[in-house]
Every structure is written in C-alpha cells, then in structure tokens.
C-alpha cells in the first residue's frame, strides 16, 4: 500500500475515531445549538430545534454530562449558554452549576420547543433556530454529528454545502474493503498508527472511573466483583464483559470524561477499544501488537459503517463487536 493511501485511511480513522462527552445525539443537537448562537450573536430569547426521528429516539432518555439530568431540554439549554462549537463534540465541556441552574431556568420557562423533522430522507438531522428580538439564526447539521450542511442569520447564508440526501453515506472519500482494511491494520509502519493507543487509554480510563463510582445501572461494577465469578469465572472473558459494561454505564448516564467514539458513536467507540484493550493486557501483547489490533477493530467498524449509514437500524453493538472480534482473533495469532 502506497504512501497516498495509507494516509487517506489514516485520515478516515482520524475523523471518524474522536473523543465525544456524554452521548452523541443530544451532544450533536447541542453543538447546532452553539453554532446558531454563535451566528446569531447573543444568547438566545428562544430556541426552536427539528430533529429526525433516530435522532430524537435516541436523545431523549440518556444522561447529559455534569448535569445529572436526562434528555434533550437541558443539552439544547446548555448548547445556547455554555456551548461552544469549536469544541466539536465536546461542546459542553465547560458546563458547571450556575450554568445549570439558568438552564433549568430556560427550561422552566418554557423557552424551548423540540418537534420531529418530517418529509427528509436523512436518518441523522438537527436544525437549530436561535431566536432574540427580531434576528434568527440557523444551524443544520446532517449525516454526521458534527458535519454542518448550512448556516444562516437571517435571511443571508453563511455557510451551506451539498450532501447526498438519498444515501448521506460516511466516508465516501475512501473506500474500503475488508482485504484492505486487514493489509493496513497489519502492514501500516507503526509510527504512523500508534495514535489509536489515545482510544484505548481514554476508554479504558472511563471504566476504571466507573469501577469507582454509582454510573446508572452499575452493570459494569457489579460484573467487576466476585460475587459472578460463578457464571462468567474470574478471567479474560468477565475482564472485556465488565470494563465495557463499566465504560458504557459511565457514558450514557452522564459522566463528564470524553470517551473516544467511533463512527459518530461512543458506545461503539468503546466496544472497539475496551475488549481489545483487555485481551492485549490479559495475554501481555507487546504495545506493537495492540496498536495493529485497534486499528483493525476501529477500521472494521468503520467500515461497515461506510455501506449502513449513520442511524441506520444495524444495531452499533454487532458493528463495534465484530470489529472487536476481529482485533482479538489478530491477537490470537488468527490471519486474514
């Protein structure tokens, strides 16, 4: 593989394996919040958001980081008083109490309406409208969660770009196939892909906080101790089932720490990474070893990823563990 394309997927990996706080959809919505903000100027009177169904399904129920509330009222809240969106994902990082506390107020007094998106062929849609006195401003992000499609105040654009409405397909730039994805994994020169070891720390490092805290169900936590030894034994196997499940509780119920998510993703982010992570260490893999794996696992993912779309009904657990799969069967000695 020649120099050119190596980068090419290097750069794939880049834009779709990055760090994220909280879950990816209301984090999304709140960046389009920031945006129009930003655009608009001031803090907004009112704030008017239309989301497509997947996204508003998978937004309304899960933890918004540093807030210990659940759903879309307070990340929009927060997007238009504390977001930033140079900060991508990480758009409500500088959440604190007082910010809280307007937004609740916002909340309160009823300053947000959120409503379905209707007659659009994207799964992934937000459009945030910012309104004070007699100015709007407008963000729409589609296909990708922090892919901006157009931007306005106004009546005057500031920012609009095409997307293939009727597929909205990720990383069309570079296309893959499962031969190239397992050449680069184990062939790339390993300076240029030791980046991925960040994924593995940063999910890693979510789960061990985890371990030390109450995140949601503490499916993880529980795993953790003895008392299951009886049915998943003291191993390997009960290590990857409680460090993900840690990872995991620790991200949808809120928890400030990124995650490294992929895909647009960081439940998937984390079952690429942790299972991985975990057999690397529990069979004491050299660090060489490890990096080809993650790659492998983050690019299969992506891969799948390139033919389904964002959203799409395959359900992120079976794209992210058979990724995972894969790395762990390269770990094992296993071969194309």
Do not use: W
Not at 62 to 81: D, E, H, K, Q, Y
Not at 140 to 150: D, L, P, Q, S, Y
């Amino acid at each position: 593989m020649d120099a050119t394309e190596r980068k090419q997927i290097i750069d794939l990996i880049k834009s779709e394996v990055v760090p994220a706080i909280g879950c990816t959809e209301p984090v999304a919505v709140a960046l389009a919040v920031a945006k129009a903000k930003e655009t608009l100027g001031s803090v907004p009177e009112r704030i008017e958001v239309y989301l497509s169904d997947n996204v508003l399904k998978n937004a309304m129920g899960v933890g918004i980081p540093g807030t210990g509330m659940i759903g879309l009222p307070i990340s929009i809240a927060l997007g238009a008083l504390i977001g930033k969106s140079e900060y991508g994902l990480e758009v409500l990082k500088d959440v604190n109490a007082d910010s809280i506390a307007k937004g609740k107020q916002m909340i309160d007094e009823k300053r947000i309406g959120i409503k379905r998106k209707t007659g659009i062929p994207e799964k992934l849609y937000i459009e945030a409208i910012c309104y004070a006195g007699n100015d709007s401003a407008k963000a729409i992000i589609a296909c990708g969660h922090a892919n901006f499609i157009h931007i306005s105040r106004n009546e005057d654009v500031v920012f609009e770009k095409k997307v293939d409405s009727s597929e909205c397909k990720d990383s069309e730039c570079c296309h893959l196939s499962m031969r190239k994805v397992y050449d680069f994994a184990t062939t790339a020169p390993i300076d240029e892909i030791s980046f991925i070891l960040e994924a593995g720390k940063m999910n890693m490092s979510i789960a061990e906080e985890s371990f030390n805290n109450n995140f949601g169900h503490t499916l993880g936590k529980m795993l953790h101790g003895h008392q299951h030894d009886a049915l998943f034994g003291n191993g390997i196997f009960k290590d990857i089932v409680s460090y993900t499940s840690a990872a995991c509780d620790a991200r949808m119920a809120g928890c400030p720490s990124p995650v490294m998510s992929n895909s647009g993703s960081g439940n998937q982010g984390i079952a690429t990474t942790v299972p991985v992570c975990i057999y690397a260490s529990d069979t004491q893999q050299p660090e060489e070893k490890l990096i080809r794996a993650l790659i492998l696992s983050n690019l299969t993912s992506i891969y799948i990823k390139q033919s389904l779309g964002r959203l799409s009904a395959l359900c992120g657990c079976v794209v992210a563990s058979t990724g995972s799969s894969c790395g762990i069967t390269y770990l094992m000695g296993g071969t194309y």
